[in-house]
């Protein structure tokens, strides 16, 4: 109870300014006592008034009152001192540098834990008691401690700005209202924030909505990682699985063709070995002859001579009925296992594995922006080939397969199951996904397209031209009209005014561009749709003989 006591004291003999012991205290007309500095200092502040208040009770007074020292008063405090219980605030307490600081402390200032709209100054604990204690501040507004209160005042009338100009978009006093601002749309400083508090809502919510949007695509894409990661780990397995059989069924045929090799080369051997025996024989038993021969020769009786020449035994039969076959080795052999090795490289060359993930694709992301100029254009050219195997028969391959020309006679290709047999048309070796840009010089009348690789090639049905169908879409170039052909619908666009073409993909966006290539790029037609495989490059020459398309070499 004791140190309550004490604690109680301290604080009546405390300037609420400074919040230390009063130096050479003064009393005010209303009856609060502070330091005669600190006061002295605060109504300073206040010159070019008309008054000057208390700190404490906002009391005004007019004129300056003359202050003179509390005699009874200091002496009270002097006795307080020498109990050695002066007030000290705790370090933490006091403003640092990022701190807002009490407006109100003097000497080494206070943190300030509100600031008030109306007097436009920050309090400390002990300073903004008055604030909930006094009648007089009921409607004063607080807020959270603040550098920027000084930025509320009109910088021309040094008031508090509390309207909003809605014609010059800034916050003005009310002498600015009626004076510069004069028939201007005016609104309270409240009632514009109201409103653009509906506003920056609305915003939230468009905000908040769109960051559960991109969740659930970023959801999605996490999704197709994973599902493709597993689908990819699948196709590895079963690739391994099917090659590895591939390369034991290789094996086991290998091992087969030496075993027949060797079986045949051991059969001719035996054949040959036994005819070399049967011929080393004869000739032993010739040599046997020609010796007996030799010695009756040699004999000088005549008669003995005679005597033993009817006894010689005759000659088998000769060696000249035997038959020695020409020598045929295994060039057959090594020739059919290159013919093999030859038709597996062609198979793996026409159908090479692709990966395709159309099924699963989530287009959640922007498209690209397209190209302005030719030379970015360029940065996506691809270097693209006619496959012979797709061509008519009326149409020449020549420039190394990037043109083709409409000729009176047929070619001789020979028969594919991909070529045209009735549109004089052809479609590109390599296939097209991502971005992709080439061009096409042009003589005649041309078709300039892009196809899926299953579009259909026999007969003359619509389902075999280019643009007349769902899996093709075509430029129609001719000396008449120029028309963009998709699924059979035809849309009539403007004369190229020139002989070159370029041709924009942008695979994933679904964006097919047509341009007309001269010293600028002019838009023709842009198709914009779902890809859903990958795309071949086409030309189609029509008409008369010597009309053609080329391929061009780009830089």
């Given at each position: 109870m004791a140190q309550r006591g004490v604690q109680l004291d301290r604080e009546t003999f405390s300037c609420s300014i400074c919040l230390d012991l009063l130096k050479d205290p003064v009393t005010t007309p209303c009856g609060h006592n502070?330091?005669?500095n600190c006061i002295k200092s605060h109504w300073d502040g206040e010159?070019?008034?008309?008054?000057?208040?208390c700190p404490q009770c906002r009391k005004t007074f007019t004129p300056r009152p003359v202050l003179l020292k509390n005699t009874m008063l200091a002496d009270l405090v002097e006795e307080l001192k020498k109990t050695g219980l002066q007030a000290a605030p705790a370090d933490h307490c006091y403003a640092g540098a990022e701190d807002v600081a009490c407006d109100v402390c003097t000497g080494r200032k206070l943190k300030a834990i509100k600031s008030c709209l109306f007097c436009l100054i920050s309090y400390c604990e002990k300073h903004l008691q008055p604030h909930f204690e006094s009648p007089a501040f009921e409607k004063h507004k607080l807020v959270e401690p603040s550098k920027k209160l000084q930025e509320n005042i009109c910088s021309r009338h040094d008031e508090v700005m509390k309207?909003?100009?809605r014609t010059d978009q800034q916050l003005i006093c009310y002498l600015c209202s009626v004076d510069e601002h004069k028939g201007h749309d005016t609104v309270s400083a409240a009632a514009e924030r109201a409103e653009r508090q509906r506003e920056l809502?609305?915003?939230?919510?468009?905000?908040?909505q769109r960051i559960q949007d991109r969740e659930k695509d970023v959801k999605l894409l996490q999704q197709q990682a994973e599902a493709i990661n597993l689908s990819a780990d699948e196709a590895v397995e079963h690739s391994e699985k099917i090659f590895t059989e591939l390369i034991r069924l290789l094996e086991k045929r290998s091992s087969d063709v030496k075993q027949q090799v060797r079986s045949q080369q051991e059969r001719e051997v035996s054949r040959v070995r036994e005819l070399q025996e049967k011929l080393e024989q004869e000739i032993t038993e010739l040599k046997r002859k020609d010796a007996e021969l030799k010695k009756l020769s040699h004999t000088e009786d005549h008669n003995q001579f005679l005597h033993n020449y009817p006894s010689l035994a005759p000659l088998s039969q000769s060696a000249s009925s035997i038959q020695i076959r020409p020598l045929s080795g295994f060039e057959d052999v090594t020739a059919a296992v290159s013919e093999l090795r030859d038709q597996l490289q062609d198979v793996l060359r026409e159908k090479r594995t692709t990966v395709s993930l159309t099924g699963t694709e989530v287009d959640v992301l922007l498209p690209q922006p397209e190209p302005k100029t030719r030379a970015g254009f360029l940065q996506y050219s691809r270097e693209i080939t006619l496959d012979p195997n797709t061509a008519h028969t009326r149409l020449l391959l020549s420039e190394g397969n990037r043109k083709a020309t409409v000729m009176r006679q047929h070619q001789s290709y020979s028969r594919h199951r991909d070529r045209f047999t009735y549109w004089?048309?052809?479609l590109s070796?390599?296939?097209?996904?991502?971005?992709?840009?080439w061009e096409v010089e042009m003589r005649g009348d041309v078709f300039v397209a892009v196809a899926y690789k299953?579009?259909?090639r026999a007969g003359g049905s619509d389902e075999c031209r280019f643009g007349r169908n769902a899996?093709?879409?075509a430029l129609d170039c001719n000396n008449h009209s120029y028309t963009v052909w998709s699924n059979n619908v035809q849309t009539p666009v403007s004369d190229p005014g020139s002989s070159r073409v370029g041709v924009y993909l942008d695979h994933s966006a679904g964006i097919l561009s047509f341009y007309s290539v001269s010293e600028t790029m002019t838009l023709l037609h842009r198709v914009q749709t779902t890809f859903t495989q990958p795309l071949y490059a086409g030309l189609g020459v029509f008409c008369w003989f010597g009309s053609s398309a080329e391929l061009c070499k780009v830089k």
């Open positions: 502070y330091c005669m010159d070019g008034k008309y008054s000057y208040s309207m909003f100009c809502e609305g915003s939230r919510l468009n905000i908040q004089y048309q052809v070796r390599e296939s097209l996904t991502g971005r992709c840009y299953n579009i259909s899996k093709s879409w």
